[in-house]
C-alpha cells in the first residue's frame, strides 16, 4: 500500500489545496511517527513551503568541489566575482522557517495566509537575483542552472499569491516552450505547472467545474504525451477528486480506463486499487473488531444506525484539527441513532488512550500494534488520514469522503426510512 494522497483541507478555499494535491504526482506526508505506509495531509503552511523553496534549495546544494572552491581549499582557484554572486544566491535559497509557536498552536487562516504573501515575496526577490546572476555572468558555468531557477521560483512566487509575476512568469514559459532544445522532460513539467497554477488561480468556479476543467487539460497532455505515466497518474488524480466530491460513475469510469490502458503497472495497480474501493460503495459494508475498550464490534449488527468509519491517529495533525467537528456531530446526532466507529492507526497504545480520555471520546476504537493491526486499512484501500466513511442503516456504505459537510450528510442518512 504505496500510493499515498494528500488531503491538505482549510476552510473555506479547501478545493484549491486540494486541486493543488491532485497535480502532485510525488506527495507529501506529515513526517512525525506514522507507520509508513500512511500518509497524512501535510499542513498547508510549512509542509507546502518546504516542498516548493525547500526542493529549490536541495537542486542548489554545492558540490563538494564547488564547496572547497568557495572556501578556499587547498588547490582551489581564487574567488571570483562570479563565484561570490553564485554562494550569495545558493546560500539564500532556503525555505523560511514557519513561527515557532506554531508547533504548540494552530494559526489562523489569516496568520497562513500572511505567511505565504510573505514566502511569496520572498521567492520573486530570489528569482530576480538568479535573473541577475545569468544577465551578469552569461559564461559562468552555472548561469544556465541560475535560468532555470528563476522560472522555478516564479512558480514558487505565483502559486502564493504573488500575481503581479505572473505575467513575467507567463513569457519565461512562452520562451521555453519554444526553444527546440527543450528536452519532453522539462516540456512536460512545464506544461503540468502551467495547468496546475491555472487550476489553483481559478478562484470563481466550484470544485466540480475544476474538476472538468483539469481532466480536460490532462487529455491534452494525454495527447501530446502519450506513453508518460505522469499524465496517467494524473488522470488517475483526477479519478480520485471525482470520487472525494461523490461523482461516482465519472470517478469509476476514468479509474477503470487507466486500469484497462496503462502499461506501467504500478499505475495499472493503483487504477485496480482506486477501483475496488469504488465498487464498495452501494454494498454492505462488513467490518468486525474488538474495542480498545473490550466491546465487540460488528458493523452489521448496528443497523437502524447512521455509522461513521473514522480512520485516524493521533500523531496526525489533520486528524486532529477535524476531531473537534466530529465531536460536535456526535454530540449532537447520537441521540437520534449516529455511531462512530475509529480506527486507529497510532503505533502507542498509551498514546491512544491519552488522547481518548483527554477528548472524552466515547465510541468504540479499533487498535492493534502487531502487523495484524494494519489489516483493516489494507482490507479497505485506506492510503491517507484522515479518511471518514458513512455508513447508512441497511449497513450500506454510502459516503467515502464524509469530512466535507460532515453533519449534513449524516442528518440526510439519519432522515432515510
Not at 581564487?78 to 545558493?90: F, G, I
Not at 510573505?118 to 528569482?127: E, H
Not at 519565461?172 to 506544461?191: C, H, N, P, V, W
Not at 455511531?339 to 503505533?347: M, Q, V
Request: charged share 30%.
Amino acid at each position: 500500500m504505496n500510493i499515498c494522497r494528500s488531503c491538505s483541507r482549510r476552510d473555506p478555499g479547501a478545493d484549491l489545496f486540494v486541486l493543488l494535491a491532485l497535480l502532485s504526482v510525488v506527495l507529501t506526508s506529515c513526517g512525525r511517527k506514522e507507520p509508513e505506509n500512511i500518509a497524512t495531509p501535510a499542513r498547508t503552511n510549512q509542509a507546502g513551503m518546504d516542498s516548493k523553496l525547500g526542493g529549490l534549495a536541495n537542486d542548489l546544494v554545492l558540490s563538494d568541489r564547488d564547496a572547497a572552491m568557495l572556501k578556499g581549499g587547498a588547490g582551489s582557484k581564487p574567488l571570483t566575482e562570479a563565484d561570490r554572486a553564485w554562494e550569495d544566491l545558493a546560500n539564500g535559497l532556503q525555505a523560511p522557517p514557519e513561527p515557532q509557536e506554531w508547533q504548540v498552536k494552530e494559526p489562523t487562516k489569516e496568520e497562513v495566509a500572511g505567511f505565504e504573501r510573505t514566502n511569496g515575496l520572498v521567492a520573486a526577490t530570489m528569482a530576480d537575483k538568479a535573473k541577475s546572476f545569468y544577465t551578469r555572468f552569461p559564461e559562468h558555468e552555472k548561469a544556465a542552472e541560475a535560468r532555470k531557477q528563476e522560472y522555478a521560483l516564479l512558480s514558487v512566487a505565483v502559486q502564493l499569491g504573488n500575481t503581479n509575476r505572473s505575467e513575467q512568469l507567463r513569457q519565461l514559459e512562452e520562451a521555453r516552450l519554444k526553444d527546440t532544445s527543450l528536452s519532453e522532460d522539462d516540456r512536460l513539467e512545464l506544461r503540468m505547472q502551467q495547468l496546475q497554477r491555472g487550476a489553483i488561480n481559478d478562484k470563481e468556479t466550484n470544485m466540480i467545474a475544476n474538476l472538468s476543467q483539469l481532466e480536460k487539460g490532462a487529455r491534452a497532455l494525454q495527447k501530446d504525451f502519450p506513453k508518460r505515466p505522469e499524465v496517467g497518474s494524473l488522470l488517475l488524480s483526477v479519478a480520485q477528486g471525482w470520487l472525494d466530491n461523490s461523482e461516482i460513475e465519472k470517478s469509476r469510469a476514468l479509474a477503470r480506463e487507466i486500469a484497462d490502458g496503462a502499461s506501467d503497472e504500478e499505475l495499472k495497480g493503483s487504477a485496480q486499487e482506486l477501483l475496488k474501493k469504488i465498487e464498495r460503495v452501494g454494498k454492505p459494508l462488513n467490518l468486525k473488531f474488538k474495542a480498545v475498550d473490550g466491546r465487540s464490534v460488528d458493523l452489521q449488527e448496528m443497523k437502524g444506525q447512521v455509522v461513521l468509519i473514522d480512520f485516524w491517529a493521533t500523531w496526525c495533525g489533520p486528524c486532529m484539527a477535524e476531531l473537534p467537528k466530529v465531536k460536535t456531530a456526535y454530540e449532537r446526532l447520537h441521540p437520534k441513532g449516529f455511531e462512530i466507529l475509529g480506527i486507529s492507526f497510532d503505533r502507542e497504545k498509551a498514546e491512544l488512550d491519552k488522547a481518548l480520555a483527554r477528548e472524552k471520546m466515547s465510541w468504540p476504537q479499533y487498535f492493534d500494534e502487531s502487523e495484524e493491526g494494519k489489516k483493516i486499512g489494507e482490507e479497505f484501500g485506506i492510503t491517507a488520514i484522515p479518511t471518514m466513511w458513512l455508513v447508512d442503516k441497511k449497513g450500506v456504505l454510502r459516503e467515502l469522503n464524509a469530512q466535507q459537510g460532515l453533519e449534513e450528510k449524516i442528518a440526510k442518512l439519519l432522515a432515510e426510512k
